[in-house]
């Protein structure tokens, strides 16, 4: 019987290793609403700068999010001083109202792609700034708070290629 348990348990340990992923950090927002000038920053340094790595932007949503896409403005902040921006715009419910994502119960999570195949240049810390981007059709000024994004991450894994 301990030969079987000792068995089981490096199986678990070699199946429950995530050799591939190198950072993932998450942060709540202000009790599920996500305010139009909160700008979420994660810095990171420790970073391969010859391996190729693929970037996601992580969402976690509850039914009281109103809409069925979600626009972010990315920015991606070099040791250099160089800053690359972007923005997104994530698919986050079917056109049935079905919410994409992962998990079980009121929040869904969501993998969204950032930055596929990116080499980091030279070893420092970079700074990867989120806000979102939301407006209601016909209005300039965005949405105030925007209800049900419960919390943003980041995740960076090497990539496949």
């Not at 996601?56 to 920015?75: G, K, M």
């Amino acid at each position: 019987m301990p030969k079987n348990l000792f068995v089981l348990v490096v199986l678990i340990c070699c199946i429950s290793c995530n050799d591939a992923l190198l950072v993932s950090e998450y942060k709540a927002t202000d009790k599920g609403q996500w305010n139009k000038d909160h700008t979420i920053e994660f810095t990171f340094s420790e970073v391969d700068t010859i391996q190729r790595h693929d970037m996601f932007i992580n969402v976690r949503n509850d039914a009281t999010f109103p809409y069925s896409n979600l626009f972010l403005i990315a920015e991606l902040n070099f040791p250099s001083g160089e800053t690359v921006k972007d923005t997104l715009e994530y698919e986050m419910a079917l056109p049935d109202g079905t919410w994409l994502g992962t998990g079980h119960g009121s929040i869904k999570e969501n993998k969204l792609w950032y930055k596929e195949n990116i080499v980091f240049p030279s070893s420092g810390v970079y700074t990867l700034s989120v806000s979102h981007a939301m407006r209601k059709n016909g209005s300039v000024d965005g949405i105030a708070n925007l209800p049900g994004i419960t919390d943003v991450g980041f995740e960076i894994v090497k990539s496949n290629e």
